[in-house]
């Protein structure tokens, strides 16, 4: 499976953003699929993750939005109400098979990353 993420870019606070992840493949539908990310200096994080549920990180929960289009090979990340700690590179992970509640903030589980998308938020 290789993933393509895109959809990043500068906004201002309070701006919205939409990443979208696209997957190789025919079988993306069993795929549990997350997002993370990478600001500079610090470790990669769980943002959200859509499995048979979706999953958000305390942070960003009430601004955030996870979906997917299977038809499409697709998962998107609808971002509101952006803030500069936002910012960081945003990475698209898939994982074979479902994705539960107490795994899907794991790095490990996922199987397969796309290369990052670039989001930076100005105050």
């Known amino acids: 499976v290789q993933l393509q993420a895109s959809g990043g870019g500068l906004v201002q606070a309070g701006g919205s953003l939409r990443l979208s992840c696209v997957a190789s493949g025919r079988t993306f539908r069993e795929y549990g699929m997350g997002w993370f990310r990478q600001a500079p200096g610090k470790e990669r994080e769980f943002v959200v993750a859509i499995s048979r549920s979706t999953y958000y990180s305390d942070s960003v929960k009430g601004r955030f939005s996870i979906s997917r289009v299977n038809a499409e090979n697709t998962v998107y990340l609808q971002m509101n109400s952006l803030r500069p700690e936002d910012t960081a590179v945003y990475y698209c992970?898939?994982?074979?098979?479902?994705?539960?509640?107490?795994?899907?903030?794991?790095?490990?589980?996922?199987?397969?990353w796309g290369q990052g998308t670039e989001v930076t938020v100005s105050s």
């Open positions: 992970g898939a994982k074979s098979g479902v994705l539960v509640g107490h795994i899907v903030a794991l790095r490990r589980v996922y199987d397969y």
